[in-house]
């Protein structure tokens, strides 16, 4: 078992982590990054950055959410909740499953009132991203990890005034994705994350404008907005120290949104960057 977490060891580890010939974390089997990858934090244990917060429960069941958004909604006026549930296959072996399903819901009632002056505006984004990964430990120096993201995303809006507008939208991606690792070291490896855009879906948009009597009903179908080959390719590198974890990466193509996991359409730099603490 690890010792307990204090201000002293996340300092020492800082400094010395990569000296240490105990430092492995998830350079070693069980201790596997969970991001990108099958794996799931071992019960009880914690993981903890500016970016997310992981609580590994009993079963291979995995709790967290974005510590951005939380953030974010004082500023916003509004509570951004965000969360996730990931489980991880009972089996012990070389190869790992795993299945996971996360939660958004921005509530845009204040902000829409805001910009239609009509306090009965409202407004809302519902998405749900849903994954299923496999990992593969080949040896001790490479592993490999396919994932395969479905996300659905929901809009929806009501004006209240003379003239009643309603709507909402509906628009789904699939995407495949990959994260190889080399271990170089005790403490450093190498990886290579490639994204692809498999399918979008068509957005389905439904309204229904009624003023007194008068009410009209559409159900319009549209076609996807980007028939573009949408990827991308980010090379990186991973410090893995004993309690702190460190993946910096920069590449090219379509950048996936954190989060909601919906890409850009415009090619551009592709960062990558988690910092976190697991104990």
């Known amino acids: 078992m690890r010792a307990p977490l204090t201000p002293r060891v996340l300092a020492a580890a800082l400094a010395v982590g990569s000296l240490s010939p105990r430092a492995w974390a998830y350079q070693e089997k069980g201790e596997e990054r969970v991001d990108y990858t099958a794996y799931t934090l071992r019960p009880w244990e914690l993981?903890?950055?500016?970016?997310?917060?992981?609580?590994?429960?009993?079963?291979?069941?995995?709790?967290?959410?974005?510590?951005?958004?939380?953030a974010a909604g004082p500023l916003v006026g509004v509570t951004i909740p965000t969360a996730f549930v990931k489980l991880r296959d009972p089996f012990d072996g070389p190869l790992a499953a795993s299945a996971r399903i996360g939660v958004v819901y921005f509530d845009g009632a204040s902000l829409a009132a805001e910009a239609t002056q009509n306090k009965g505006?409202?407004?809302?984004?519902?998405?749900l991203p849903i994954e299923a990964a496999l990992s593969a430990r080949y040896h001790r120096f490479v592993s490999q990890s396919l994932l395969f993201t479905y996300v659905f995303a929901?809009?929806?809006?009501?004006?209240?005034?003379?003239?009643?507008?309603?709507?909402?939208?509906?628009?789904?991606?699939?995407?495949?994705?990959?994260?190889l690792e080399v271990r170089v070291t005790h403490v450093f490896?190498?990886?290579?994350?490639?994204?692809?855009?498999?399918?979008?879906?068509?957005?389905?948009?439904?309204?229904?404008?009624?003023?007194?009597?008068?009410?009209?009903?559409?159900?319009?179908?549209?076609?996807p907005r980007s028939q573009e080959f949408v990827a991308c390719a980010v090379p990186g590198v991973a410090f893995s120290w004993e309690y702190v974890n460190l993946h910096v990466g920069l590449g090219y193509g379509n950048w996936w949104l954190?989060?909601?996991?919906?890409?850009?359409?415009?090619?551009?730099?592709?960062?990558?960057?988690?910092?976190?603490?697991?104990f």
Do not use: C
């Open 47 to 70: 993981s903890v950055g500016p970016f997310k917060a992981e609580a590994g429960m009993p079963g291979g069941l995995m709790l967290g959410t974005y510590v951005p958004t939380w």
């Open 121 to 127: 505006s409202k407004a809302g984004l519902l998405v």
């Open 154 to 179: 929901s809009a929806g809006g009501r004006e209240a005034s003379d003239t009643s507008i309603r709507g909402a939208a509906g628009v789904s991606n699939f995407t495949i994705s990959t994260m």
């Open 189 to 223: 490896a190498l990886t290579l994350l490639a994204r692809v855009l498999a399918h979008q879906g068509n957005a389905h948009v439904t309204a229904r404008f009624s003023q007194g009597s008068t009410m009209v009903d559409a159900d319009l179908g549209a076609r």
């Open 258 to 278: 954190p989060v909601v996991e919906l890409p850009l359409t415009t090619p551009q730099l592709v960062p990558e960057l988690n910092f976190y603490v697991r």
